[in-house]
């Protein structure tokens, strides 16, 4: 099941550095249709990111020394490595818990902020303006790019 988990630029690197996503729990979001109508995959996806991206603030907001930038790990898990966390948020954003780590094998993708959205992500992890970074799209790179990213 792809689910998509909030992370911060250390955090990142520290999956560079160890070849795996952990600290657990680590709690991210799955999509799913809510009462299991029928949906557009990539629309649940997208909700699933956003949820994981509001989730990357909150992270922020508890690390101040880590760069004002929202990061998501989008990561392919087996359904048997999941658990429910918590009721789908608005439109099918599912928490789950994930038993155990992620393996860097399993990170499909990483989406980030650009370097211009800093001040918005800061103005809304600070809650000086909470929606300042709502309309600020992440930015996709596959997991071979992460380390110029990082650099």
Known sequence: MRIF????FPALAAVLAEGELGGAPLTGFAAAAPGGAA???EELEYLALSAA???S?????ADPAAP???AVVAADVPDTALAPAGPAEDGGAV???VRGTVPLK????VHVDE??????VAAAASGADPGAADDRELLWYATQELRYLLA
Not at 5 to 8: C, N, Q
Not at 57 to 61: F, K
Not at 106 to 109: F, G, L, N, S
């Open 57 to 61: 603030l909150r992270l922020l907001a």
């Open 68 to 70: 004002r930038r929202r």
């Open 5 to 8: 988990l909030p992370s911060t």
């Open 106 to 109: 399993r990170i499909a993708a």
């Open 115 to 120: 370097e211009a959205a800093a001040g918005d």
């Open 53 to 55: 991206a509001d989730a």
């Open 95 to 97: 928490p789950v818990e």
């Open 39 to 41: 949906a557009d995959d």
